[in-house]
C-alpha cells in the first residue's frame, strides 16, 4: 500500500515522502493515527504541488539547521550525575537531560530530535548521541557524564 506522510514516522520517513508499507500497519495505524492518508492519483496532484510551494520554506529551515548544527558541533555537554563506587550511576542520562541542558544554553532542541547510543546511559564517561534537525542535517553532540559533588 502506497501512502503520504503528513508528518515524521520514525524507522519509516519524512513528512511528505511517498512510502510503501504493508495493509496492515497502513490501514490499522498510520492513517487512524493521522499520520499518513492514501496515495491515490488525486492526493498525489495535491503532494506535488504543495511539495512544489514549500521547496523555498524548507530551504530556509535547512539553512538554519545547519548553522544550529554547526554551533553545536565544538560545544562539549557536562552532566553531574550521582554515582557509586564503580562509576555506575544513581539513575541514567537520557535524551531528556540533553534537550534540558541544550535549552539552558538557549537551543531549542526536542528530545526526540536527540538519538543516543544507548536508550540510557548509565555509568560515568564521554559519550556522543546524534541530533537530527531537518532531514538532510544531522550531527553529532558531545557529552560527558561526570559525578556529582
Same mark, same amino acid.
Given at each position: 500500500?502506497?501512502?503520504?506522510?503528513?508528518?515524521?514516522?520514525?524507522?519509516?520517513?519524512?513528512?511528505?515522502?511517498?512510502?510503501?508499507?504493508?495493509?496492515?500497519?497502513?490501514?490499522?495505524?498510520?492513517?487512524?493515527?493521522?499520520?499518513?492518508?492514501?496515495?491515490?492519483?488525486?492526493?498525489?496532484?495535491?503532494?506535488?504541488?504543495?511539495?512544489?510551494?514549500?521547496?523555498?520554506?524548507?530551504?530556509?529551515?535547512?539553512?538554519?539547521? %545547519?548553522?544550529?548544527? $554547526?554551533? /553545536?558541533?565544538?560545544?562539549?555537554? &557536562? +552532566?553531574?550525575? *550521582?554515582?557509586?563506587?564503580?562509576?555506575?550511576?544513581?539513575?541514567?542520562?537520557?535524551? %531528556?537531560?540533553?534537550? $534540558?541542558? /541544550?535549552?539552558?544554553?538557549?537551543? &531549542? +532542541?526536542?528530545? *526526540?530530535?536527540?538519538?543516543?547510543?544507548?536508550?540510557?546511559?548509565?555509568?560515568?564517561?564521554?559519550?556522543?548521541?546524534?541530533?537530527?534537525?531537518?532531514?538532510?542535517?544531522?550531527?553529532?553532540?558531545?557529552?560527558?557524564?561526570?559525578?556529582?559533588?
Amino acid at each position: 500500500m502506497e501512502l503520504i506522510l503528513k508528518q515524521d514516522v520514525k524507522n519509516l520517513g519524512f513528512a511528505n515522502d511517498v512510502v510503501k508499507v504493508r495493509n496492515g500497519y497502513g490501514l490499522n495505524y498510520l492513517i487512524p493515527q493521522g499520520f499518513a492518508m492514501i496515495a491515490n492519483a488525486t492526493n498525489k496532484k495535491i503532494h506535488a504541488e504543495v511539495v512544489k510551494q514549500r521547496a523555498h520554506k524548507f530551504a530556509k529551515i535547512k539553512d538554519d539547521a %545547519q548553522s544550529i548544527i $554547526d554551533s /553545536l558541533s565544538g560545544i562539549v555537554l &557536562t +552532566i553531574p550525575m *550521582k554515582a557509586g563506587e564503580s562509576g555506575k550511576l544513581f539513575g541514567s542520562v537520557t535524551s %531528556q537531560h540533553l534537550a $534540558d541542558l /541544550l535549552k539552558k544554553m538557549g537551543y &531549542t +532542541i526536542d528530545k *526526540k530530535q536527540i538519538s543516543m547510543p544507548a536508550e540510557h546511559v548509565k555509568a560515568l564517561g564521554t559519550y556522543s548521541a546524534e541530533v537530527v534537525l531537518h532531514r538532510d542535517v544531522k550531527g553529532p553532540i558531545q557529552f560527558e557524564v561526570i559525578e556529582q559533588e
